[in-house]
């Protein structure tokens, strides 16, 4: 993860060996990590440590500080206390150190945000705002993928890595999506984005991937670009962003938008929280939890109709 002649570089090495192989951790995760965690080495080094039975919770509590001062925001210090406390955890386990210093360091209020959702109009804007004009495959592609996100609450990853042979739009009408982990889950896929992506593969698809000329052509892919190609996770963000400058919804978005709104719109129909957690694919039920949240509007609605005297 970082080099180094102290104790810090073998022991970074083994942990992400440990991410990777042993707990199969998504290649993405993983550079996240490393990448937090090259950040809090060097905090450290700079402070004169040599190995992590050096560094006290003082240290950890300086270097959240030193985050705060650099202007991080609240999530992305909390990913990087995060990430220094499966580092903590994982020097205990191996006896790398006697304690676990960072345990009791918590994350800075305000990082427990709520995601951003869109409302049920916005992402129908989002969606329409795709100017699919006679059989353009672009159009048609970028149709087929805001769809089928928003239908099957994937991430980016899953939509770029998605092959053919992992949807069934005829008979079962889903599609395999490989998460967090390489662990796979199905998810329904509904009927506005089955339609779109029937259209995207009868019509667009084979002209994208008559357009590759490198010699091997992109036989599995679900998404191509416009050379023929997979999509790339950029592409995706590219797509999103110009829908929705057409939509005209100025706040910003990315492609984790339509994820978060998928699952708080389920839950707002009616969805109990487990069935949400296997659809998205979360190892645990307190990650999908934070989708519960009830609008301003909503509260003060239900409120004014419930309580007796709210009048």
């Not at 978060?260 to 957690?277: K, N, Y």
């Amino acid at each position: 993860m970082t080099d180094g002649d102290d104790g810090f570089g073998a022991l970074l090495e083994q942990f992400a060996a440990h991410i990777d192989v042993e707990r199969g951790l998504a290649k993405a995760t993983v550079a996240a990590y490393s990448s937090d965690l090259a950040r809090y080495v060097a905090f450290l080094r700079s402070r004169g440590a040599t190995d992590l039975r050096a560094v006290t919770r003082y240290d950890v509590e300086d270097f959240v500080a030193a985050l705060d001062a650099d202007g991080e925001s609240a999530r992305s210090k909390a990913r990087r206390l995060a990430a220094v406390h499966e580092l903590h955890r994982f020097a205990l386990g191996r006896h790398a150190v006697d304690e676990d210093v960072s345990a009791d360091v918590k994350a800075p209020k305000g990082a427990s945000m709520l995601p951003d959702v869109l409302t049920v109009d916005e992402v129908a804007r989002l969606l329409d705002a795709v100017p699919v004009v006679g059989d353009d495959p672009v159009m048609l592609r970028d149709k087929a993928l805001l769809e089928f996100m928003y239908a099957t609450g994937c991430r980016v990853s899953e939509a770029v890595g998605l092959n053919l042979d992992d949807i069934d739009l005829t008979d079962q009408h889903v599609a395999r999506l490989m998460g967090k982990g390489s662990k796979q889950r199905l998810v329904p896929v509904g009927g506005y984005a089955r339609a779109a992506m029937t259209r995207y593969l009868d019509l667009a698809r084979p002209a994208l991937e008559a357009r590759n000329r490198s010699g091997r052509p992109e036989r599995r892919a679900v998404f191509l670009n416009k050379r023929g190609r997979r999509l790339s996770r950029q592409s995706v963000w590219e797509v999103v962003k110009a829908a929705g400058e057409r939509a005209h919804i100025t706040r910003p978005l990315h492609p984790h938008t339509l994820r978060h709104s998928f699952a708080t719109h389920l839950i707002q129909g009616g969805a109990d929280v487990r069935t949400v957690q296997e659809l998205l694919g979360h190892a645990s039920v307190t990650t999908t939890q934070i989708y519960t949240h009830v609008s301003p509007e909503n509260l003060i609605e239900t409120y004014l109709t419930a309580h007796p005297r709210a009048r």
